[in-house]
């Protein structure tokens, strides 16, 4: 029944090494997001998907690499794990990207990451 | 520069009590604006959506206004009960082509016996 979710909810790694965060949505919706949630609460985003389409991707590490494999799918592989890598990643979908229309917003539950 | 500002940052109140939140916006050109709930250690979950046209809108005990003019908005919160507690984001989106969400960092709101 969950709407959006990903996995792992937790993970906890050394410095250097590469970790993959999986998330499915089974609404439907044509776009995917990852989010970023620093340690002061504030979501930014990293990578937007529409229909497998990568139409947004802002100032983030080439380490990071989002993957969609098909529409209800968005997998984000980092590499070369670094300290400032720790923080909460989170998935989100919606229906509609372009900004006419108000495509609401689902976001799954998030995965902490620490990296040692 | 797009930007979302929310006062104050931090709020404890008593059950019972109404709250309202601020949300200051310079995002232009304007699309929409959202406010977010999220609990602790979950994702955000959406209480209202606002166009330009409507200046009001409410879920339940939470209210939310929105002054397009002065690039206001804010949430009201009536009655509040102890699962109020959370942090409520603003978020405006901007009309530039694909949906570009500008989020505030957000009021943490506590909600005391």
């Known amino acids: 029944d969950t709407a959006v979710s990903q996995t792992p909810k937790y993970l906890v790694t050394q410095m250097g090494n590469d970790k993959s965060i999986k998330c499915e949505q089974n609404?439907?919706?044509?776009?995917m997001y990852w989010y970023k949630q620093d340690s002061k609460k504030f979501l930014k985003i990293m990578f937007s998907?529409?229909?497998?389409?990568?139409?947004i991707n802002e100032t983030v590490p080439n380490r990071f690499s989002p993957k969609s494999p098909d529409k209800a799918h968005l997998n984000l592989h980092i590499n070369s794990l670094e300290l400032g890598d720790s923080a909460v990643y989170f998935c989100?979908?919606?229906?509609?990207?372009?900004?006419?229309?108000?495509?609401?917003?689902?976001f799954g539950e998030g995965s902490r990451l620490t990296v040692l | 520069k797009n930007q979302v500002e929310q006062s104050p940052q931090s709020l404890i109140i008593l059950e019972g009590k109404n709250c309202t939140l601020q949300?200051?916006?310079?995002?232009?050109?304007?699309?929409?604006l959202r406010w977010y709930k999220q609990d602790t250690g979950r994702g955000p979950v959406s209480l209202t959506i606002?166009?330009?046209?409507?200046n009001t809108k409410s879920n339940g005990r939470y209210t939310a206004t929105l002054d397009a003019d002065t690039k206001q908005s804010s949430l009201h919160i009536t009655a509040s009960q102890l699962s109020d507690s959370a942090s409520y984001i603003c978020?405006?989106?901007?009309?530039?082509?694909?949906?570009?969400?500008?989020f505030g960092t957000g009021t943490r709101l506590l909600v005391s016996p």
């Open positions: 949300c200051n916006y310079t995002v232009s050109p304007f699309s929409n």
């Open positions: 606002m166009t330009f046209s409507e």
């Open positions: 989100a979908s919606s229906q509609v990207a372009r900004t006419s229309r108000t495509g609401e917003l689902f």
């Open positions: 609404l439907g919706h044509d776009t």
């Open positions: 998907y529409n229909n497998k389409e990568l139409i």
């Open positions: 978020v405006v989106s901007a009309s530039t082509g694909f949906q570009k969400l500008v």
